[in-house]
Structure formats: structure tokens, C-alpha cells
């Protein structure tokens, strides 16, 4: 075998077509945009470069051919709550249906890793953000969602076989729009909707510094301090806007107000692979008209849910309820959604997977990420539950 580090323009090419070659019969596979996976890896343009550095492989056998990829980072902002060693992580793993292959491109990463410091290494995680390739497959082998990993059911035993364990379970939950919603949503809503002081609407995409504002307010109280997370500040929350702003539904984002101050949202977007599936991974002129035909036809009848939170003051009040069910008036009614995906849901935030499940919805498909501890003689332990200390 001929280990290759990816260091130039043909390397990085190599590095994608390793998973279009191992990926490109499964079913249910949706080539990646290219230029997602490039992202990832430039330094330009990736912020965890400021705080970490990354190395990838290719991997080919004796006769030339590619049979496996890995990448490998370390990041000074990543850790969980509890970790008690420095822990890098492995991503963008591909292999061929070999456990010789693939310890060998593992032991390649671990020793990486163990050279910087580091005394865990999990994967399949990405070198940035964990909404996109993050996890491994484990169910549910059909279309992805956009920016969510695939690979075929065989990868989970390279891992475990390893002696990877699983670190945290992510599970996504999918519903029909249409679906009936209990009972308690609508009563919940009433309760609050007697209050005039609450209110909750959609965006409007004319106003998308205001939205980011209140983004900011409820992400900082929310969501930041979980898992090393920091505060984001309105510039960030503004480009993210702005970055979504291309393919955003007004009517199916949503902010809560409480006597004009928000107090929590729930962002969805259109689920972008509905569209990109029939890119073959570019984008391109030619690939950007066909992106706007496909659009304007409006081919896309499913949407996936990336946020929903309520900050601390108004969590357990019903205000989740009230906000499903405004949006749901215009959701159910107006528009024209068939399916409704939720993003993965880490099984340490049993809050979030009661709302999930409380909705009428199935889980659709898991995802797992794991770690590998290098010392193989300290005792493991999983992610630990949101709000248990």
C-alpha cells in the first residue's frame, strides 16, 4: 500500500474521488458538492484553522488504485463537557470493505494526533461547525441530507473492530406536513396566545440584520457554553443570514417575541439535496442555471429543521408549542412541503428529543460519533446528559 498526503491541487482531487469510488453504487448516495469538501480544507476560508491544523491521506494498493482517504485535526476549542485528556478527531474516512486497510489508515491518524498531544481522537466529526459531516451512518441508508455524511452500513464495523466506541448517538426524526399535531400543542399555544405580549412571526428577508440580531440574542443564551461552545456575535449571525439568504424560505423561519424582546426561534431551510443530487457534485455556471430552473419549479417538497430553541427565562412555559403552531398555520395551510426532517439530535439532550418525538414524528435515520481512547486501559465514558451534572 501507498500512503499519500494530500498537498496539491491532484492529491485534493484524489481525496474526493476516493469517495465517489467507494460511495458511488450505494443506494441512496448523493455526491457531495465539491466544492463543501474543499471548504473543509482551506485555510482561507475554514475558521478552525485559527485555532487547530489538519493532515489528510489518500490511500492506494500496489497497483495505483485508490482504496481509502482519512483526515485528521486538532482544534484547541473541541472538547465535551468532562473530558479528561485532549481530544483530536478523524473525518472524511473512506475504505474499501478491509479491516487491514483500515486500521492502517486509523494508526496513521492516532499517531498524528498522538505527536500534537492528544489522548482521544472522534469520529467521524468535521474540522469546523458541527452541523455538516458530522457523524457516522449506522441507519437509515437513504439520501442524506445536505452537508450529512453517507457511507455504506460496512464502515461501522471498521470503526467498532478498531476498537472505536460510541461516544454520542444522533438521531434525525422525519414527519408528513400534514401530519395531525397532539392535542397539548394546541392547548399550550392557547395559553399563551391569551398573553398579548407574546407574538411570534416569519422573516423577512428585507430585514435580515434585525433577524440576526435577535439570532444572536437567543444563540448566546441558548445554546452558547454547551460542549466549549462560545458566543457568536451579530457579524457572524449576519453572514449566516446572508449566506442562507439564496435559498431561504421566509415562511418557514421563525422567531417568538415576548413584549418585543425574542425569546426563541426555529429555523428551517429547503432541503438543498433535493437539488444538488442532480449536480453530480458541481457547481458550476451551467450547475447554478439548473440549480434556479429547479427552484423556480418549485421540485423541492421537502424542508429540513436546523434550529429551535427558547432561551432559559421561557423554556417549560409552552412557548415551543406556540411557536409550532403559528408556523404550522402557515406550514400546513399555504405552503406547499410534503416531508419535514430534523437535523441530527444528540441523544444527551433528552429535552429536544421529547419535543421531537412529541410531535407524531419517526426517527429516520442515526448517526453515531465515536472515540477512541489511546489509552486502552482508562475507563470510557459517554457524552453526559445536557442538565445532569
Avoid at 396566545?193 to 434585525?210: F, G, M, S, T, V
Wanted: aromatic fraction near 14%; proline fraction near 4%.
Amino acid at each position: 500500500m501507498e500512503l499519500v498526503i494530500v498537498n496539491n491541487e491532484k492529491t485534493a482531487r484524489q481525496f474526493i474521488d476516493v469517495h465517489v469510488q467507494l460511495n458511488k453504487n450505494v443506494p441512496g448516495w448523493i455526491r457531495p458538492l465539491d466544492k463543501d469538501i474543499d471548504l473543509v480544507f482551506n485555510p482561507e476560508k475554514n475558521k478552525a484553522y485559527r485555532q487547530g491544523e489538519c493532515v489528510r491521506w489518500i490511500l492506494k494498493d500496489d497497483k495505483g488504485k485508490l482504496i481509502g482517504r482519512i483526515a485528521a485535526f486538532v482544534n484547541k476549542k473541541y472538547k465535551s463537557k468532562g473530558d479528561k485528556q485532549p481530544t483530536g478527531g478523524v473525518g472524511f474516512f473512506d475504505c474499501i470493505n478491509d479491516q487491514k486497510t483500515a486500521n492502517f489508515l486509523f494508526d496513521t491518524a492516532r499517531e498524528w494526533l498522538r505527536e500534537r498531544g492528544m489522548g482521544a481522537m472522534d469520529g467521524p466529526i468535521n474540522f469546523g461547525e458541527r452541523d455538516r459531516w458530522w457523524g457516522l451512518l449506522v441507519e437509515g441508508f437513504h439520501e442524506p441530507l445536505y452537508g450529512m455524511n453517507f457511507n455504506p452500513p460496512y464502515y461501522q464495523q471498521l470503526l467498532e473492530n478498531y476498537g472505536f466506541q460510541p461516544f454520542f448517538h444522533q438521531i434525525c426524526y422525519a414527519m408528513s406536513v400534514d401530519t395531525q399535531l397532539q392535542p397539548k400543542f394546541y392547548e399550550r399555544h392557547a395559553a399563551i396566545a391569551k398573553d398579548p405580549d407574546y407574538r411570534a412571526e416569519y422573516i423577512d428577508k428585507k430585514n435580515l440584520d434585525k433577524y440576526a440580531g435577535d439570532f444572536t440574542f437567543i444563540y448566546n443564551k441558548a445554546w452558547a457554553g454547551h460542549d466549549g461552545g462560545k458566543d457568536i456575535t451579530k457579524q457572524q449571525a449576519l453572514a449566516i443570514f446572508k449566506q442562507m439568504s439564496a435559498v431561504m424560505d421566509e415562511k418557514i423561519v421563525w422567531f417568538a417575541y415576548y413584549k418585543n424582546e425574542p425569546i426563541g426561534c426555529w429555523l428551517n431551510i429547503p432541503e438543498l439535496n433535493q437539488l444538488f443530487k442532480h449536480m453530480n457534485g458541481k457547481f458550476g455556471i451551467l450547475q447554478k442555471l439548473l440549480f434556479l430552473f429547479l427552484k423556480l419549479r418549485k421540485k423541492n417538497n421537502k424542508f429540513t429543521g436546523i434550529v429551535f430553541g427558547v432561551i432559559p427565562e421561557f423554556q417549560g412555559k409552552g412557548v415551543d408549542s406556540y411557536i409550532i403552531i403559528e408556523a404550522a398555520k402557515i406550514i400546513q395551510k399555504k405552503l406547499a412541503y410534503k416531508e419535514y426532517e430534523l437535523q441530527w439530535i444528540g441523544d444527551f439532550n433528552p429535552k429536544m428529543i421529547n419535543i421531537a418525538e412529541s410531535l407524531g414524528t419517526y426517527i429516520s435515520r442515526r448517526l453515531t460519533t465515536y472515540r477512541y481512547l489511546f489509552d486502552r486501559n482508562q475507563p470510557y465514558e459517554r457524552h453526559p446528559i445536557l442538565g445532569v451534572r
